[in-house]
């Protein structure tokens, strides 16, 4: 019977869920690098975790107002203030990642060096995440390293690295990315049935899973960095040695007593928008095997 109890919350966290809790999202995803002048840098999974994530959102009744797919992607999509995401609340990214972000090949504008030698990011002066539209409250990079702080253990954060990201969030509430390498495959290691999303497959999945895993997670009430935190342990290093690790930044506005607690923010329970300054910001990073650490 145990097996049953999150299958049956899950349903009815759905049941008590309303247009209140229905929001704009957007995803991009590429695996076919070479249709971004990236040749040999092929995924296998990331526009299958997109689809994911549409299907996922789509049945908890959000919109899905842009997306695109390996050669459809541009550097409009994430990037200046008139970015396309920025007419959404949640966007998602899957696909290859570095240090200042997705890995956009040829479609990054004025593209930066990145993994592997290439020409492929963009600088994250250039994303500028809830400036104008006040609308983008959310975003997920799923990929490589994209919020990697220099540092390889726990003994503490390097906050002028992750200050390439300060000026992103223009409105923004969380970010959340990984502090380490990721990875994508194929395992068959779970019980079937314990958890609610096993019952599409109980006899094996993959990593693009993690993105409706991460849905799930988080109409089920928790807070968006630990759905994600926990999609990420449950499903993508699932298979995989401890030390890979998911991360989160949250903003930290001016006035904190305002209600506005974004670590603590579910999609169910959204906090209010920024409209002043940010005093500061928190770190989040989940290493499998170990608790969660932050700054």
């Not at 991009?28 to 997109?50: K, R, T, W």
């Not at 200046?80 to 959404?88: K, L």
């Not at 799930?216 to 499903?235: E, R």
């Amino acid at each position: 019977m145990r097996l049953f109890i999150p299958y049956i919350a899950c349903a009815l966290a759905l049941l008590t869920v309303n247009v209140s809790y229905a929001y704009d999202f957007q995803f991009y995803a590429i695996d076919d690098y070479d249709a971004v002048g990236m040749p040999g840098n092929y995924l296998s999974q990331a526009c299958i975790e997109g689809y994911y994530f549409y299907w996922a959102m789509v049945e908890y009744w959000n919109s899905c107002d842009d997306w695109a797919e390996n050669g459809g992607v541009n550097w409009q999509d994430w990037a200046t203030e008139d970015a396309f995401v920025n007419w959404t609340e949640f966007a998602y990214y899957a696909g290859h990642g570095c240090w200042d972000g997705p890995v956009y090949g040829d479609r990054a504008l004025m593209p930066v060096g990145g993994c592997n030698g290439h020409l492929n990011v963009m600088h994250p002066a250039y994303y500028e995440f809830g400036a104008i539209h006040d609308d983008l409250k959310w975003v997920a990079w799923s990929a490589c390293s994209t919020l990697f702080d220099g540092v390889t253990d726990s003994s503490y954060v390097n906050w002028n690295a992750l200050s390439r990201y300060f000026q992103v969030f223009q409105g923004l509430h969380t970010l959340v990315g990984h502090r380490a390498t990721m990875a994508e495959g194929t395992w068959t290691e779970w019980s079937p049935g314990f958890w609610p999303w096993e019952w599409f497959d109980t006899t094996s999945y993959n990593s693009g899973v993690l993105s409706r895993c991460f849905v799930i997670n988080m109409y089920c009430g928790y807070s968006i960095l630990c759905s994600w935190f926990y999609a990420c342990d449950a499903v993508l290093y699932g298979g995989l040695e401890s030390g890979f690790e998911a991360a989160a930044i949250c903003a930290e506005p001016d006035g904190w007593d305002s209600g506005a607690s974004y670590p603590c923010e579910t999609i169910l329970n959204p906090h209010p928008d920024y409209t002043q300054s940010l005093t500061g910001f928190h770190y989040y990073w989940y290493r499998h095997g170990t608790p969660t650490y932050s700054y």
